[in-house]
């Protein structure tokens, strides 16, 4: 977001937010290029994103200009970074890595895959045509807590801002999903909360289902119930057996964990909670 400056705020709802904020931004000398907010009135909260024309000179003056005009204990975040840091776990499935590295080697979001981690090898040669980083972490003939705490090293040495589990097959710790807490990524191959769990297909496949979709959501400690971040849908019918119901699945997987991640990379989205206000 080149000579723009971006505010994230979230806080406790109150009488005349919008305008205090608009007030002191333009104090600073700065015109409103896009502004959305939202009020959760079931929590009294109060969320807003703001893109201005021009970069801030005072960056602290304006946070705290801003703090000193909104409710006590205000998130305010100012230019958060641009280029956002990404780790992709991987565990067979080709489909959803193949969809980030084109777009990393395009440039279609604000950010760059320092590395891929896979639980296989299968991954690697083809990671590595992009010239990226392939670290095989195994899971075999070791505990869960020896393969998380190698697992976790890795991801560490990149700092990354989101973890991406792009088809990484492993249930993870309470205690992993701790250390990198609300930055795991997961792309569930079901309109969730529907098919909880494995073979969600043949589960789709033998209720006779409709329809069949993908969600992206965060990691947290309850298997597959985290805050979504996306979903999408695609009508099918009878025809449909379990390995065209798998083809079709993967095309949405895709389109669905693509368009999260953008949405993050760009700060769009916002947890409240177990649920996120996005703003697209």
């Not at 760059?112 to 296989?120: D, K, L, M, S």
Request: glycine content about 4%; proline content about 4%; charged content about 20%.
């Amino acid at each position: 977001m080149h000579n723009q400056t971006l505010i994230l705020i979230q806080c406790k709802d109150s009488t005349g937010l919008v305008s205090s904020v608009s007030n002191v931004i333009a104090r600073h000398q700065m015109n409103i290029v896009s502004m959305r907010e939202f009020v959760d009135e079931a929590n009294q909260k109060f969320f807003i994103r703001v893109v201005c024309s021009g970069v801030v000179e005072h960056v602290d003056g304006l946070q705290k200009e801003l703090e000193q005009n909104l409710p006590p204990q205000a998130d305010v975040v100012i230019n958060p970074a641009n280029d956002k840091k990404i780790v992709v776990l991987v565990t067979k499935e080709h489909h959803c890595l193949a969809d980030i590295l084109t777009r990393h080697f395009f440039k279609t979001w604000n950010a760059t895959v320092e590395a891929v981690i896979g639980n296989y090898e299968s991954l690697q040669e083809f990671t590595e045509k992009f010239d990226i980083p392939f670290h095989h972490v195994t899971h075999e003939h070791k505990t869960k807590e020896t393969f998380e705490a190698e697992l976790a090293d890795k991801i560490a040495a990149y700092n990354p801002d989101y973890i991406i589990l792009a088809k990484f097959m492993r249930i993870l710790s309470p205690t992993f999903v701790a250390q990198f807490e609300n930055k795991l990524i997961n792309i569930h191959h079901s309109f969730l909360p529907a098919f909880i769990g494995a073979n969600p297909y043949r589960q789709a496949y033998t209720r006779g289902v409709k329809i069949i979709g993908a969600t992206a959501h965060f990691v947290t400690n309850d298997l597959d119930e985290g805050p979504i971040i996306v979903q999408r849908t695609k009508s099918i019918n009878h025809s449909y057996d379990v390995p065209r119901l798998i083809s079709a699945g993967k095309e949405i997987e895709k389109a669905v964990l693509s368009h999260a991640i953008q949405l993050l990379t760009e700060d769009r989205v916002m947890l409240q909670g177990n649920k996120t206000v996005v703003f697209e």
